[in-house]
């Protein structure tokens, strides 16, 4: 990762002027392989600590059902296009997992070692733009240990979200074009559009927050006007060139699109319930970007910033001193090109995920980890003009600190630790109690209920349709969920919404099946409405809510110790 070393002085802003330490590649290749087996065995031991595949999120779960497909039959599988290569390339790891050993056969765990693998490699490429930029190995180690103690970056590391692998080849193309793009050649523009496009073939939607960015980064680059604009279509060019490829290379296989447009613009996310703006978001985005740093939690209520109040405070008063002095530094080296593409390249990325993220799920951990990636590189600006003054108590402070963040961020963990152990021993309790021939379940949509029973119990999206009177063993798992209609119809009404469910339950008991509600039937109108807040509005949850209670009534069947009492339904 050269570049910004080799440039010309006068490129070189005043933090990265470190007489003697400039340009020193000494103890590079030890550094590297350091941090990659130290947080490798974190990570690891974490994972095995948890004992929580999914942890804060369920995604996770449900991409590892499209894995198994995969690894069972390739040549069959399915492409989807917003996860182009995601699903192919994890297969391929799952099979040398397998082949070694590492919880054969499930996908699910699998893909937790598979993203603290890709942990490892980012932590390796914050050291080496760090190192890069500001010329000095300790702050480089500083970073990268407060890049790892970041709770989202922990959290997602540890668990089987599909965002890391994706994020690390994001954040590789950018930390390059910080570097490059202060000197662009052909070569090098080339070289980081290729980059930046296998990441967003991975997760379409990384795209849109640095593809400005990369582009302004260009736009500000030194050269003439014209040099600049034609740096702007050479990495357009070789993008979209190389999705191209990409298409031509798959050929038939299933799914496979036609058009390249159909990669560059999938609509993922844009007509379901996630899209469109709303002041409660705005709560969410706080929650967001404050939860980035410290407690990592995945709100999806605004009255679950309440208890954690102070904590939020603190974490935003902590961003924002990071960020008040980053931009004065920036500001004040903003002659030189380094500080102007480094300023465009993770700036623009924040500036316009965020946006992104307000009109999507912005608390998500894998909504915020790519757009805050900023944090670390701004905390390393700061120890750089302020080493010179106390190295040893500066960077033994933010070593310190970034140890004190990883305990604080690990201990948050504690309370959902063992899930795991807890399903496996939940899955026969549950299937003694209920017939999963003769039942659908009636869940929220949101909890574990559905991703440890669809994974262990073999969903299918599509059963609805295609159900026949019971007993039905196939698929095992059969469920309604409350945000199915406010996710998938969103420009239904609250009153189309009950109508529809009502009429989902009732077909399903028609057909001889008896549904089964969880924990959700003796929720209070106010508690579905918070718990539909990221997807409806006050009317469409009152409408669920009196769909049940107006036209069902509910006796309890059991409870269990994990998952809570269930409830079954019988007509009014």
């Known amino acids: 990762m050269a570049g910004f070393k080799n440039s010309t002085t006068a490129a070189t802003p005043s933090?990265?002027?470190?007489?003697?330490?400039?340009?020193?590649?000494?103890?590079?290749?030890?550094?590297?392989?350091?941090?990659?087996?130290?947080?490798?065995?974190?990570?690891v031991a974490l994972i095995l600590w948890f004992d929580n595949a999914q942890g804060i999120t369920s995604n996770g779960v449900f991409k590892a059902v499209t894995i198994k497909?995969?690894?069972?039959?390739?040549?069959?599988?399915?492409?989807?296009?917003?996860?182009?290569?995601?699903?192919?390339?994890?297969?391929?790891?799952?099979?040398?997992?397998?082949?070694?050993?590492?919880?054969?056969?499930?996908?699910?765990?699998?893909?937790?070692?598979?993203?603290?693998?890709?942990?490892?490699?980012?932590?390796?490429?914050?050291?080496l733009l760090v190192r890069q930029l500001t010329g000095r190995r300790s702050i480089a180690w500083a970073a990268a240990a407060f890049h790892l103690a970041g709770a989202f970056f922990l959290n997602l590391a540890i668990i089987n979200e599909d965002i890391m692998p994706s994020y690390t080849l994001m954040f590789a193309s950018m930390a390059l074009a910080s570097l490059w793009f202060v000197r662009p050649t052909a070569r090098r523009v080339a070289l980081v559009a290729a980059l930046f496009t296998i990441a967003w073939l991975f997760e379409w939607r990384l795209m849109f927050p640095t593809l400005p960015a990369m582009l302004l980064a260009l736009a500000v680059s030194p050269g003439r006007p014209l040099a600049r604009l034609g740096w702007i279509a050479l990495f357009l060019g070789a993008m979209v060139g190389l999705a191209q490829?990409?298409?031509?290379?798959?050929?038939?296989?299933?799914?496979?699109?036609?058009?390249?447009?159909?990669?560059?613009?999938?609509?993922?996310?844009?007509?379901?319930g996630w899209a469109g703006f709303s002041a409660?978001?705005?709560?969410?985005?706080?929650?967001?970007?404050?939860?980035?740093?410290?407690?990592?939690?995945?709100?999806?209520?605004?009255?679950?910033?309440?208890?954690?109040?102070?904590?939020?405070?603190?974490?935003?008063?902590?961003?924002?001193?990071?960020?008040?002095?980053?931009?004065?530094?920036?500001?004040?080296?903003?002659?030189?090109?380094?500080?102007?593409?480094?300023?465009?390249?993770?700036?623009?990325?924040?500036?316009?995920?965020?946006?992104?993220?307000?009109?999507?799920?912005?608390?998500?951990?894998?909504?915020?980890?790519?757009?805050?990636?900023?944090l670390t590189i701004g905390w390393a600006l700061i120890l750089t003009v302020a080493v010179p003054w106390r190295?040893?108590?500066?960077?033994?402070?933010?070593?310190?600190?970034?140890?004190?963040?990883?305990?604080?961020?690990?201990?948050?963990?504690?309370?959902?630790?063992?899930?795991?152990?807890?399903?496996?021993?939940?899955?026969?309790?549950?299937?003694?109690?209920?017939?999963?021939?003769?039942?659908?379940f009636l869940l929220?949509?949101?909890?574990?209920?559905?991703?440890?029973?669809?994974?262990?119990?073999?969903?299918?999206?599509?059963?609805?349709d295609k159900l026949g009177p019971a007993p039905a063993a196939k698929p095992k798992f059969k469920f309604l969920a409350l945000v199915n209609g406010p996710?998938?119809?969103?420009?239904?009404?609250?009153?189309?919404?009950?109508?529809?469910?009502?009429?989902?339950?009732e077909r399903v008991m028609d057909l001889g099946y008896e549904v089964v509600a969880n924990v959700v039937w003796t929720w209070s109108e106010a508690q579905v409405e918070a718990s539909l807040a990221t997807v409806a509005d006050k009317?469409?949850?009152?409408?669920?809510?009196?769909?049940?209670?107006?036209?069902?009534?509910?006796?309890?069947?059991?409870?269990?110790?994990?998952?809570?009492p269930y409830f079954r339904l019988q007509r009014r």
């Open 15 to 43: 933090w990265g002027r470190t007489p003697g330490i400039a340009g020193s590649s000494g103890g590079q290749l030890f550094d590297l392989s350091t941090i990659f087996a130290l947080s490798m065995a974190v990570f």
């Open 69 to 127: 497909a995969w690894v069972a039959d390739s040549a069959n599988a399915s492409l989807e296009t917003s996860n182009y290569l995601y699903y192919p390339v994890m297969a391929l790891f799952c099979r040398l997992l397998d082949v070694i050993g590492v919880f054969p056969g499930d996908p699910r765990h699998q893909l937790t070692i598979i993203n603290a693998f890709s942990a490892a490699l980012c932590l390796c490429i914050v050291y």
């Open 245 to 272: 490829v990409a298409v031509w290379l798959w050929g038939p296989q299933n799914g496979n699109p036609g058009p390249v447009l159909s990669l560059l613009w999938t609509g993922k996310g844009t007509a379901e």
């Open 280 to 374: 409660v978001k705005v709560e969410l985005l706080w929650a967001g970007i404050a939860q980035y740093l410290a407690g990592g939690a995945n709100i999806a209520d605004p009255a679950s910033l309440q208890p954690i109040m102070r904590e939020m405070l603190a974490t935003t008063f902590c961003i924002a001193v990071i960020a008040g002095l980053s931009l004065l530094i920036l500001w004040r080296d903003r002659g030189s090109p380094q500080a102007r593409v480094l300023a465009a390249v993770f700036g623009v990325t924040f500036a316009v995920g965020e946006v992104m993220n307000l009109y999507s799920q912005p608390q998500d951990p894998q909504m915020q980890i790519n757009v805050m990636a900023w």
């Open 391 to 440: 190295p040893l108590p500066v960077l033994g402070g933010a070593m310190a600190l970034a140890l004190a963040l990883f305990a604080y961020n690990a201990s948050r963990l504690a309370p959902m630790r063992g899930t795991d152990a807890a399903w496996r021993e939940a899955l026969p309790r549950i299937e003694r109690n209920v017939d999963p021939t003769r039942t659908v």
């Open 444 to 464: 929220h949509g949101f909890e574990a209920d559905v991703s440890e029973l669809f994974y262990a119990w073999g969903g299918d999206w599509t059963y609805f």
């Open 487 to 505: 996710l998938h119809k969103p420009s239904a009404t609250g009153e189309e919404l009950a109508k529809n469910l009502k009429g989902q339950i």
């Open 539 to 564: 009317e469409k949850a009152k409408g669920l809510y009196r769909a049940l209670h107006e036209n069902f009534t509910a006796t309890p069947t059991f409870s269990d110790p994990t998952t809570g």
